[in-house]
């Protein structure tokens, strides 16, 4: 038996780098000839040494042919790999019934087979046909495949088939490794199973092995995932006392767990641990310190966060530079929303979001000639318009009561082909309220059936994070709310039924 062992592993050695659990089935190797034809295929010709040395060097010394050949006939290869995983895909076949028909399968077509299977969301079937594929060859019952298909198995989250292929891998005399030992663990600590996986945590240390930082890692993470911080901290310190010491990954795990729970103490305690280790942080790590601050509203250590974050030139999300924005605003510091567009754009594209930032800070700050010279540098760029600019301009035109330039680009929205929506209706209901008169592009609205069309929103939130929603919107979420959920759900609302809604009691629009 070890001897097959050995000998499997021998020539699966180049296999083994392919199908390691991270990088699971990725590539499909095929045995390929050193030449075109075998010794043994010219040993009737008297001068089959010969001929046979010759193609030999005739490869070597023409290597662009040697490799066309080994192309066709990995192509082949392939080719018949496609015609065999054909029979699979029809939902009423069945990989046990094939395997039983054709016999036997070649390790190519067996692994085919199961990436199939993991593909087509079919994992439940892969250990039925382990069972027998292995079972037809006894030399195919080794550790090395064992760790596959457990590992699969685990990745699955089908703990229960993880545990039948461990203890049936122990019955055949199987040593498990450490690595099939941690798939187990972390498939347990990712279902909330924590006595499970604890359990075969101290299996691991009865079998003589010895737990890695990578085991500890994966515990910290699925405590985090379900917020069982305590449960967390005496696992930091059981790895400790198992003589395991965190690295630089654990540490970063950390920092992310805390990060994500709203933890700042522990999230800085551990930091600095990091720093007097002289420890390195994650791109991911910094990103979510950033997140953390930001959700807390803390802008000073936010913004150190955020310069770590710059010079790392690390790419942010829409969402978390929304945060950032939000936070500066309700700080009333809007200036840093033009350095936070300057920045993205010295690491991205000036995309619709930068161009918000860089408008809503001259917006918010009520300067015209900061809002002009924004939109003449769009201009210069081609950059289309959009609901969130035309909406962030008329806002700051509503605010500074700026009557006449809020209506010439009221009226002028369709030059700039921009298409209104609930904010813009909301801009001139509100306007209309404090003395302007928008009759005008009310009735323009009305004649080209824009107040018949499904109500749409499509102004970035960071807009009305800035501005407000202003009455007509609230007033349209109060109304709303108000009915009961089958009258607000048996039609498509559109602007002219919100605004029939709004003013339902107020005799008619103002």
Known sequence: MDMDIHCCRATTFKQTCLFNTNILFSKTLFTKPKTLFTPSSLSSHPHSRFQTHHLQLSHRDNPTKHTTLLKIESFHENDSLELFIQKLSNKASSPLQLLRDDGDWSKQQFWAVIRFLKRASRSGEILQVFHLWKDIEKSRINEFNYEKIIGLLSQEDLAEESVLALEEMKTQGLKPSLVIYNSVIHCFARKGEFDRALYFLNELKENNLIADTETYDGLIQSFGKFKMYDELDECVKKMESDGCLPDHITYNLLIQEFSRGGLLKRMERVCQTVLSKRMGFQSSTLVMMLE?????????????????????????????????????????????????????????????????????????????????????????????????????????????????????????????????????????????????????????????????????????????????????????????????????????????????????????PN
């Open 292 to 508: 953390a601050y930001a959700n807390f509203g803390i802008i000073e250590k936010m913004e150190k966060a955020y310069r770590r974050v710059l010079n790392s030139k690390i790419p942010l999300k829409d969402d978390l530079i929304r945060k950032l924005a939000k936070v500066y605003i309700e700080n009333y510091k809007f200036s840093r929303l033009a350095d936070l567009g300057l920045d993205l754009f010295s690491v991205t594209d000036r995309t619709d979001l930068v161009w918000c930032l860089l408008l809503l800070s001259h917006a918010c700050l009520l300067s015209r000639k900061g809002v002009d010279s924004i939109v003449k540098e769009m201009e210069a760029e081609n950059v289309p318009w959009n609901a969130t600019m035309a909406n962030t301009i008329l806002l700051a035109y509503l605010k500074m009561k700026d009557f006449t330039r809020l209506r010439i680009l009221m009226l002028e929205l369709s030059t700039h082909h921009v298409r209104p929506d609930i904010v813009t209706v909301g801009i001139l209901f509100d306007a209309n309220r404090i003395g302007f008169n928008g009759t005008t592009a009310l009735n323009i609205w009305r004649k080209t059936g824009f107040l018949d069309e499904a109500v749409e929103m499509n102004t970035d939130p960071l807009v009305l994070t800035a501005f407000g929603k202003g009455n007509f919107l609230r007033s349209c979420e109060a109304r709303y709310s108000a009915l009961e959920p089958e009258a607000r759900e048996k039609k498509i609302w559109t602007y002219q039924n919100l605004i029939d809604l709004v003013f339902k009691h107020r005799g008619g």
